[in-house]
């Protein structure tokens, strides 16, 4: 297959500066009428041809200034259209009519339908399926679109920008006009067009113009969108707040579709959303529902300045806009929430999900250098590392200077479409720093390793640290160059207080950070008075795997006393990793009750807020151990040393733990804020350990039936499901939820999810019966990614069973899949990526399921990328 490569970027010879677009609707053949100003760009040849990117288009017609243009000057195929023997004059009008058909459209890219509405995704590439153009992100025209439907279909039609016009055409059809005075990429183009409801309110920007609100759903589904709403007036205020951003259309609108490929699109003015990330009542979504629909509001809101208003010159860039705004969004929730929690759970994701990619035969760096299906990389490395590396920023240069450094970002390159190395320049700018040693965090794959030893020289007061670091190998990439890590860093004394430090030798340290720059640092701090307790790589500075000598007893104590909470927890965390990693190797569960010990403190400590305790008390997943196990692993024996921690803290807190568990009880009507959510998390799992303890799922099924929302609902249904999946208690929950919600496919979501995680081999066969269930569908990318996605990636011992099957499940579904929607069995076949660190057996069976993947005729682009890398 072709492979598109970084090096070879060239602007393309013609812009289309202003897009004109006419839609007449019908579902089946929908006529999309564009037209085109198109200009030469100076320097080109009058006689060079113009080569417009197309995706299985039918062409109509085409014709120049109005002139239909003749056979021998043009070649339309499916994929391009290229047109010569153009006008002398440098500007022309190009009119190109195609013929598409929505209803048939099951790939979700570009114009299709969802439960009978219109709408369009068209990033990374899918405008090019709606009409011949210029389909790259560097090309940025201006919008005005005209669409046409039936009343009776149609009768709310949405694209970008503000609304100009709208009428009636006859008794049946009408038509409205949008005009996007912002020039924007194709890739930000929408339409929606269908029968639906909507919410509405204002919101007065910082200079006190008022823009309308709208948020579109189902009929019915209205009153499920008030929080999404909240969201979006929260998000705005804080954008302008934290970063001078102010919004500028007079109208911004957001739909919730059902069927869509990803989490949302932040189309200039009109945002599509999962409905998974619109919807909301305490009856049906969980806590994590709320927490994710604020972040993605947030997040897609954002990208109006980074990525709308300055968008990615190629798809390469990609991180420029994703990266920047998931930070963006992580502090916003931080600001909404709570900080350290916040920045655990960040951590946490990272860890599962991009640590093992980058890791991986899937590994690249944050700014790609080639890829063959661009679809393919929107990944957690750009996304999630892309994130941590704008923190690393902020961490090297303080609030201030990052401030100012986005201050210049916005003024120098509003309306242009640019690159990292130009985001880069506007903080070394700010700031007088130089940033080029650190810009190799966005062109090194690989998760760089930081080995440190320490000592304490008591004659001379001197604590003296030697640091090595290291990335290993990843594909393509044998060399590795040492990076510049910022460390943040405290030394604690015996009170457990941070002590004063005098002066440092061998790296700049400086407001509390180490700076490593070489492969290989001795760093001495000097006027030490005790052997200090090293709390590094505080607050998650840096993206690291960080491997120290602290002792039990020095982890014990950073748990206890760090002033830093989100180190606290990566000292307990660590503690259970290295308690868990022993105990699955030797078969043995005779666990330290000092951690124990230190637990039951964590859970009892009313000075901690309950959501960060209920981290603090979350052991290490069964993933989480697997991968620092890194090779050869069993995964039934990683679940049964997790069973038995569980059940060993579980037995020696029974009574604390009951009492904290009813503490918690919230007698208040549901609230999703952060904090009533928080004593939520906290007495769900103590139920996990509480279940566990008293060999009974008693505890758990009155929590069920007594629930009145349904984080406490699914939270007991999965501790039933999960520990007692025979049990006729978990049955009849099961039975009970089904009948209650079948109806709400975004609740059943969750049932198929609780029961594609259920531990044990025997859940294959469980999932293999509910992909028959009338609720899961195998074109609603919902529903695969809940049932098959978590059972793949979410379920060690159900997927990686001993006998393969579970592998060769994966297989068939991402086969049958990839026949109408290739983006997301991509996805799908991603959970293959960890297969070589399984024991050999596995491997085996893991490597026979991918190469059959493989010997597929036709099989897509997308999914024969990832299973040719996966397969090295
Ligand atoms: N920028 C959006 C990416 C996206 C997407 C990409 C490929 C195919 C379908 C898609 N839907 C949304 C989402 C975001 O990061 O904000
Ligand atoms: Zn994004």
Redesign the pocket.
Not at 188 to 200: E, K, N, P
């Given at each position: 297959g072709q492979v598109f490569r970084l090096e070879d970027y060239k602007p393309s010879d013609y812009l289309i500066t202003h897009t004109d677009l006419l839609f007449r609707l019908d579902p089946t053949a929908t006529l999309v009428t564009a037209k085109l100003s198109v200009k030469r760009r100076d320097g080109v040849a009058a006689n060079a041809p113009v080569v417009l990117d197309g995706d299985g288009l039918v062409l109509e017609s085409l014709s120049i200034n109005g002139m239909p243009v003749s056979d021998d000057r043009y070649k339309a195929t499916p994929d391009s259209l290229e047109i010569s023997g153009l006008p002398q004059e440098a500007s022309f009008e190009l009119e190109i009519v195609t013929r598409i058909s929505p209803v048939t459209n099951k790939a979700l890219?570009g114009l299709y339908q969802s439960s009978g509405n219109y709408c369009t995704?068209c990033?990374?590439e899918?405008f090019r399926r709606i009409t011949y153009f210029l389909d790259r992100p560097d090309n940025l025209s201006t919008f005005t679109v005209r669409i046409e439907a039936k009343k009776s279909e149609a009768p709310v039609l949405l694209s970008n920008g503000n609304p100009v016009e709208q009428g009636s055409l006859d008794s049946e059809w009408h038509y409205a006009v949008w005009h996007d005075p912002f020039p924007k990429p194709s890739y930000l183009f929408a339409l929606v067009a269908g029968d639906l409801g909507s919410i509405h309110d204002t919101f007065t920007t910082s200079s006190g113009r008022e823009v309308a609100l709208g948020i579109y759903v189902e009929h019915g589904k209205e009153p499920l969108a008030t929080y999404a709403m909240d969201a979006l007036k929260r998000s705005m205020r804080w954008d302008e707040e934290r970063f001078g951003c102010e919004y500028d259309l007079s109208v911004f609108n957001i739909v919730a579709v059902s069927d869509?490929?990803?989490?949302?699109?932040?189309n200039k003015g009109l945002n599509v959303f999962n409905d998974k990330y619109v919807l909301a009542d305490p009856e049906t979504a969980t806590d994590a529902d709320y927490a994710n629909i604020e972040a993605i509001i947030a997040?897609?809101y954002f990208?109006n300045w980074t990525?709308n208003r300055i968008t990615c010159r190629d798809w390469f860039q990609l991180c420029l806009?994703?990266g920047l705004?998931v930070y963006r969004d992580h502090e916003f929730s931080a600001d909404q929430r709570s900080r350290p929690v916040k920045r655990i759970a960040e951590v946490r994701n990272l860890r599962a999900l991009q640590f093992p990619e980058d890791q991986g035969p899937l590994a690249h760096p944050v700014r790609p250098r080639r890829y063959k299906e661009i679809?393919n990389f929107?990944t957690s490395t750009v996304?999630e590392k892309g994130s941590e590396v704008v923190r690393m920023i902020h961490t090297i240069l303080g609030a201030e200077q990052f401030r100012a450094g986005m201050d210049l970002y916005f003024q120098r390159h509003d309306g242009q479409a640019v690159t990292i190395e130009d985001f880069i320049a506007c903080f070394q700018e700010a700031s007088g720093r130089a940033l080029t040693h650190f810009a190799l965090w966005y062109h090194q794959a690989g998760t760089p390793r930081v080995n440190v030893t320490s000592s304490y020289e008591a004659d001379t007061g001197d604590f003296v640290l030697n640091v090595e670091q290291s990335v290993p190998p990843t594909p393509a990439e044998s060399m590795k160059k040492p990076l510049h890590i910022p460390l943040a860093y405290g030394l604690l004394g015996p009170n457990g207080e941070d002590m004063e430090v005098g002066s440092v030798e061998g790296a700049t340290v400086a407001d509390g950070v180490i700076h490593l720059t070489e492969g290989s640092q001795t760093v001495r701090f000097r006027g030490i008075g005790s052997r200090p307790v090293l709390s590094l790589n505080r607050g998650f500075s840096s993206p690291i795997v960080l491997k120290q000598d602290l002792t039990k007893e020095d982890r014990l104590f950073l748990a206890r006393h760090d002033s830093d909470l989100y180190n606290r927890w990566e000292a307990i965390n660590a503690l259970c990793v290295e308690a868990l990693i022993a105990a699955s190797t030797s078969g043995s569960y005779d666990f330290d009750p000092a951690l124990v010990q230190c637990l039951v403190e964590m859970a009892s400590n009313e000075s901690l807020e309950p959501a960060y305790r209920a981290l603090a008390l979350s052991l290490p997943t069964e993933a989480d151990i697997a991968r620092e196990i890194g090779s050869n692993v069993n995964p039934d024996a990683v679940l049964a040393a997790r069973s038995a921690l569980r059940l060993a803290i579980g037995s020696a807190a029974r009574d604390a733990f009951g009492r904290i568990y009813d503490a918690q009880a919230d007698r208040q009507p549901f609230s999703p804020d952060a904090a009533s959510a928080g004593k939520r998390s906290l007495r769900n799992i103590l139920l996990d350990y509480l279940v566990a303890a008293d060999g009974s799922p008693e505890l758990a099924s009155r929590q069920f039936e007594a629930a009145d929302n349904m984080t406490d609902r699914a939270a007991a249904l999965s501790v039933l499901a999960h520990q007692y999946p025979q049990h006729e208690a978990t049955q009849k929950a099961l039975s009970a939820f089904e009948e209650r919600f079948c109806d709400n496919a975004l609740v059943m979501d969750k049932w198929f999810i609780i029961q594609a995680t259920i531990p044990g081999a025997a859940t294959l066969d469980l999932v293999r019966g509910l992909t028959a269930h009338p609720a899961f569908s195998l074109t609603n990318p919902n529903r695969v990614r809940s049932l098959v996605g978590t059972f793949a990636s979410g379920n060690q011992t159900g997927f990686h069973r001993a006998d393969g099957a579970g592998y060769r499940f994966l297989a068939d579904t991402v086969i049958a899949l990839d026949k109408h929607n290739p983006?997301v069995a991509a996805r799908l076949s991603t959970a293959f990526r960890s297969w070589r660190s399984m024991e050999a057996g596995r491997q085996e069976k893991a490597r026979k399921a991918l190469a059959s993947i493989n010997e597929v005729p036709n099989l897509s682009r997308d999914v024969k990328d990832i299973v040719e890398r996966t397969l090295g």
């Amino acid at each position: 297959g072709q492979v598109f490569r970084l090096e070879d970027y060239k602007p393309s010879d013609y812009l289309i500066t202003h897009t004109d677009l006419l839609f007449r609707l019908d579902p089946t053949a929908t006529l999309v009428t564009a037209k085109l100003s198109v200009k030469r760009r100076d320097g080109v040849a009058a006689n060079a041809p113009v080569v417009l990117d197309g995706d299985g288009l039918v062409l109509e017609s085409l014709s120049i200034n109005g002139m239909p243009v003749s056979d021998d000057r043009y070649k339309a195929t499916p994929d391009s259209l290229e047109i010569s023997g153009l006008p002398q004059e440098a500007s022309f009008e190009l009119e190109i009519v195609t013929r598409i058909s929505p209803v048939t459209n099951k790939a979700l890219m570009g114009l299709y339908q969802s439960s009978g509405n219109y709408c369009t995704q068209c990033e990374a590439e899918g405008f090019r399926r709606i009409t011949y153009f210029l389909d790259r992100p560097d090309n940025l025209s201006t919008f005005t679109v005209r669409i046409e439907a039936k009343k009776s279909e149609a009768p709310v039609l949405l694209s970008n920008g503000n609304p100009v016009e709208q009428g009636s055409l006859d008794s049946e059809w009408h038509y409205a006009v949008w005009h996007d005075p912002f020039p924007k990429p194709s890739y930000l183009f929408a339409l929606v067009a269908g029968d639906l409801g909507s919410i509405h309110d204002t919101f007065t920007t910082s200079s006190g113009r008022e823009v309308a609100l709208g948020i579109y759903v189902e009929h019915g589904k209205e009153p499920l969108a008030t929080y999404a709403m909240d969201a979006l007036k929260r998000s705005m205020r804080w954008d302008e707040e934290r970063f001078g951003c102010e919004y500028d259309l007079s109208v911004f609108n957001i739909v919730a579709v059902s069927d869509f490929n990803m989490g949302a699109m932040e189309n200039k003015g009109l945002n599509v959303f999962n409905d998974k990330y619109v919807l909301a009542d305490p009856e049906t979504a969980t806590d994590a529902d709320y927490a994710n629909i604020e972040a993605i509001i947030a997040h897609e809101y954002f990208h109006n300045w980074t990525g709308n208003r300055i968008t990615c010159r190629d798809w390469f860039q990609l991180c420029l806009k994703e990266g920047l705004t998931v930070y963006r969004d992580h502090e916003f929730s931080a600001d909404q929430r709570s900080r350290p929690v916040k920045r655990i759970a960040e951590v946490r994701n990272l860890r599962a999900l991009q640590f093992p990619e980058d890791q991986g035969p899937l590994a690249h760096p944050v700014r790609p250098r080639r890829y063959k299906e661009i679809n393919n990389f929107y990944t957690s490395t750009v996304y999630e590392k892309g994130s941590e590396v704008v923190r690393m920023i902020h961490t090297i240069l303080g609030a201030e200077q990052f401030r100012a450094g986005m201050d210049l970002y916005f003024q120098r390159h509003d309306g242009q479409a640019v690159t990292i190395e130009d985001f880069i320049a506007c903080f070394q700018e700010a700031s007088g720093r130089a940033l080029t040693h650190f810009a190799l965090w966005y062109h090194q794959a690989g998760t760089p390793r930081v080995n440190v030893t320490s000592s304490y020289e008591a004659d001379t007061g001197d604590f003296v640290l030697n640091v090595e670091q290291s990335v290993p190998p990843t594909p393509a990439e044998s060399m590795k160059k040492p990076l510049h890590i910022p460390l943040a860093y405290g030394l604690l004394g015996p009170n457990g207080e941070d002590m004063e430090v005098g002066s440092v030798e061998g790296a700049t340290v400086a407001d509390g950070v180490i700076h490593l720059t070489e492969g290989s640092q001795t760093v001495r701090f000097r006027g030490i008075g005790s052997r200090p307790v090293l709390s590094l790589n505080r607050g998650f500075s840096s993206p690291i795997v960080l491997k120290q000598d602290l002792t039990k007893e020095d982890r014990l104590f950073l748990a206890r006393h760090d002033s830093d909470l989100y180190n606290r927890w990566e000292a307990i965390n660590a503690l259970c990793v290295e308690a868990l990693i022993a105990a699955s190797t030797s078969g043995s569960y005779d666990f330290d009750p000092a951690l124990v010990q230190c637990l039951v403190e964590m859970a009892s400590n009313e000075s901690l807020e309950p959501a960060y305790r209920a981290l603090a008390l979350s052991l290490p997943t069964e993933a989480d151990i697997a991968r620092e196990i890194g090779s050869n692993v069993n995964p039934d024996a990683v679940l049964a040393a997790r069973s038995a921690l569980r059940l060993a803290i579980g037995s020696a807190a029974r009574d604390a733990f009951g009492r904290i568990y009813d503490a918690q009880a919230d007698r208040q009507p549901f609230s999703p804020d952060a904090a009533s959510a928080g004593k939520r998390s906290l007495r769900n799992i103590l139920l996990d350990y509480l279940v566990a303890a008293d060999g009974s799922p008693e505890l758990a099924s009155r929590q069920f039936e007594a629930a009145d929302n349904m984080t406490d609902r699914a939270a007991a249904l999965s501790v039933l499901a999960h520990q007692y999946p025979q049990h006729e208690a978990t049955q009849k929950a099961l039975s009970a939820f089904e009948e209650r919600f079948c109806d709400n496919a975004l609740v059943m979501d969750k049932w198929f999810i609780i029961q594609a995680t259920i531990p044990g081999a025997a859940t294959l066969d469980l999932v293999r019966g509910l992909t028959a269930h009338p609720a899961f569908s195998l074109t609603n990318p919902n529903r695969v990614r809940s049932l098959v996605g978590t059972f793949a990636s979410g379920n060690q011992t159900g997927f990686h069973r001993a006998d393969g099957a579970g592998y060769r499940f994966l297989a068939d579904t991402v086969i049958a899949l990839d026949k109408h929607n290739p983006q997301v069995a991509a996805r799908l076949s991603t959970a293959f990526r960890s297969w070589r660190s399984m024991e050999a057996g596995r491997q085996e069976k893991a490597r026979k399921a991918l190469a059959s993947i493989n010997e597929v005729p036709n099989l897509s682009r997308d999914v024969k990328d990832i299973v040719e890398r996966t397969l090295g």
